[in-house]
């Protein structure tokens, strides 16, 4: 599970973007892969996860799928990894990830955190000139295209409609 604020900035929840709330474990072993005892620092994501599996279990890659397999990370933690993790809160509310940058940008601004010097995230660096070039890199890394479409909880579907899933799921 993700972690969660106890009054940092304060907040008293799990919902923001700041590196307390989005980072996760991530724990990954396979049988001849891995070495007992080994870890890594590098960004990875769980949409990954498929594309590690198919290629642990020698199936073929599905080309429409997002993410990358995480074998040769597996095998060589200290690796070079281009790799960068990107959350939301919303199609408006996004972060990048990187292994020493966050970028984040909200409808009414914007934050950057050098997570090596301030892993606690508490100065922004957006609005300083001198970091527009990391801003503009790590914005070239947030998805193309953000859907909008608004999720559909079971709460608010119409009862035929909750009647129609109902009727898929017995049996």
């Known amino acids: 599970d993700h972690g969660w604020h106890l009054g940092e900035k304060d907040h008293w929840q799990k919902f923001t973007l700041w590196e307390r709330s989005c ?3 991530f724990v990954i072993s396979a049988p001849g892969v891995t070495k007992p005892g080994t870890q890594t620092s590098r960004v990875v994501e769980y949409i990954d996860m498929y594309p590690t599996l198919l290629e642990l279990c020698g199936l073929p890659k ?3 799928l997002e993410g990358k397999s995480l074998v ?3 095998k060589e933690p ?3 990894w281009a790799a960068a993790g990107v ?3 919303g199609p408006d509310h996004i ?3 990187t292994e020493g940058w966050r970028y984040t940008k909200h409808p009414d601004g914007e934050e ?3 997570e090596t010097s301030d892993p606690n995230e508490w100065t922004n660096l957006a609005s300083k000139p001198e970091f527009a070039k990391k801003k503009a890199e790590l914005a070239a890394l ?3 295209k953000i859907s909008t479409k608004k999720l559909r909880s079971w709460q608010t579907l119409p009862k035929p409609e909750q009647s129609k899933l109902q009727g898929k799921t017995k049996g």
């Open 23 to 25: 980072r996760a474990p």
């Open 62 to 64: 599905n080309p429409i």
């Open 72 to 74: 040769p990370l597996m």
């Open 78 to 80: 200290n690796r070079p």
């Open 87 to 89: 959350t939301s809160n």
């Open 95 to 97: 972060t990048v990830r």
């Open 112 to 114: 950057l955190f050098d």
């Open 142 to 144: 947030f998805p193309k």
